[in-house]
Nanobody
């Protein structure tokens, strides 16, 4: 089970850190993805962490970074220089590394476990 948190309302140019905590399994053997879905749009793959290496979507332009705290079994998504276009529901996802295709950007169907989503709203 994945629990996402940390969303909220922030002004343009601000920062937020999202958290994704796993219970019942250890992230070490899993591929982790962060996605977002804006109203009326498809779910978009943003980052994918696999075996210590991270793929980032070009659309992020270096503004988002992923980090992990193994002791807490938590993955963080640090977001900075936010714009209204970043407004969306953000999701973390995970699955066994052997089950997640090596394709980037990752697709929603690539992951079997999902957090409940956390809303990020960026005001102009």
């Amino acid at each position: 089970q994945l629990q996402a948190s940390g969303g909220g309302l922030v002004q343009a140019g601000g920062s937020l850190r999202l958290s994704c905590t796993a219970s019942g399994f250890n992230f070490d053997d899993y591929v982790i993805g962060w996605f977002r879905q804006a109203p009326g749009k498809e779910r978009e793959g943003l980052l994918c962490l696999r075996s210590g290496a991270t793929w980032y979507s070009d659309s992020l332009k270096g503004r988002f970074t992923i980090s992990t705290d193994n002791a807490k079994n938590t993955v963080y998504l640090q977001m900075k220089s936010l714009t209204p276009e970043d407004t969306a529901v953000y999701y973390c996802a995970a699955d066994f590394a052997s089950l997640v295709p090596h394709r980037y950007p990752p697709k929603e169907a690539d992951f079997g476990s999902w957090g409940q989503g956390t809303q990020v709203t960026v005001s102009s």
